[in-house]
């Protein structure tokens, strides 16, 4: 069942209340198919569903086993390109492997700044588009020598870069914390910015926020407050103090608890006046006692991190265990 996820219901029927009774073993073995009213024994098959995300009815979740298939890593998709896309294109395409010869260097900035992708879907396209025009120029005459893919000729054959690489800032700055994002496409660097200016303690907050990433900022304000006199600052800074905190790529939705010890640190930054390290990322929950726990995704956040340059990152005490699964 590929990507279950994109079921609609509407007024020509609901898919998901049929699935609800193929997946449940308590009533598949009596499954009725409505439209042709005959009875199926579906008992002993078993199902497999892939889906994007878990944006389904919580009934057809319970009826699931979920397992979490994290997308490729740029060195797998490198590895992919090599031994299976330039081929597969290069046939589909006429091509040669004297008249096309395609560089690591290109293959990794398609992978970074014109693809965003758990998968290859797009960097198969986008090498599937490079072999057409070089075939094109060779057809029309306008190209006599092999075509050589590399860094600084791939904009003539896909454009300007559609996608920024997440760098880690080269400055310290006050104010400012590199956190680290997992969305549906892998790891991510979060830039959290805060600043303060006089006022009557209210706080903003702006980036397109989802509700839990909100609730982290009033977590982090509450331990900031409840540790201010530790921590060097004043502690009416909030009755005199108006603060902002800002999350970069604002038309990017953004959301999840794992910002918490970033936001906190941001904060308190831009309090105390003192500068945080940009060579330094952090991911974690924060509590109200100012424990950081765990979170998802450190794989992909841990990758994008040293993608970025980032070679110290602060996780979780409780998310050590997971080390053993990033690769070296």
Known sequence: LDEIDKMASDYRGDPGSAMLEVLDPEQNHTF????????????????????NSLDLPQALIDRMEIIQISGYTEDEKLQIAKQHLIAKQMKNNGAKYSEIVFKDSAIMDIIRYYTREAGVRNLDREIGSICRKVIKDLTLKKRKAKAIINSKSLPKFLGMKKYRFGLAEEHNQIGEVTGLAWTSVGGDLLTIEASTYKGKGKLNYTGQLGDVMKESIQAAMSVTRQRADVLGIAEDFHEKLDIHIHVPDGSTPKDGPSAGAAMCTALVSVLTGRKVKAAVAMTGEITLRGEITPIGGLKEKLLAALRGGIKTVIIPDDNERELSEVPD
């Open 32 to 51: 009725n198919d409505h439209y042709l009213e005959v009875d199926y024994d579906l008992s002993q098959v078993m199902f497999v569903a892939t889906a």
